[in-house]
C-alpha cells in the first residue's frame, strides 16, 4: 500500500468517529508478534498471517457473517 502501512491505516480507521466501527482484519507475511499484537490492541478484529490457510478463509467467512464485529470469538466456517 504505498505512502501509508496497514497499521496506518487501521489508526486512521479507528480514530475517525464516522468509520471506527468498520471490522478490520490485517493480512500479512510479517510473523513479528510485537507488531501482532499492537495491531490487535489498536483495534484489529484479526491478524492473520500470509500465505492464508482455509482455516483463516473460514474465519474471515464467519467475521463477514455477523454485524457486530466478534474480537477473540471462536466462529467454524461452514
Do not use: W
Not at 489508526?11 to 495491531?39: H, Q
Not at 482455509?54 to 467454524?76: E, I, N
Amino acid at each position: 500500500m504505498p505512502g501509508m502501512t496497514g497499521y496506518d491505516l487501521l489508526k486512521k480507521i479507528k480514530a475517525s468517529c464516522d468509520i471506527k466501527e468498520i471490522p478490520v482484519i490485517i493480512v500479512s507475511s510479517e510473523n513479528v508478534p510485537t507488531r501482532i499484537e499492537k495491531c490487535l490492541e489498536e483495534g484489529a478484529q484479526e491478524f492473520i498471517l500470509k500465505p492464508l490457510k482455509q482455516s483463516d478463509v473460514k474465519k474471515l467467512r464467519c467475521q463477514m457473517q455477523f454485524t457486530q464485529p466478534m474480537k477473540g470469538r471462536l466462529c467454524m466456517g461452514r
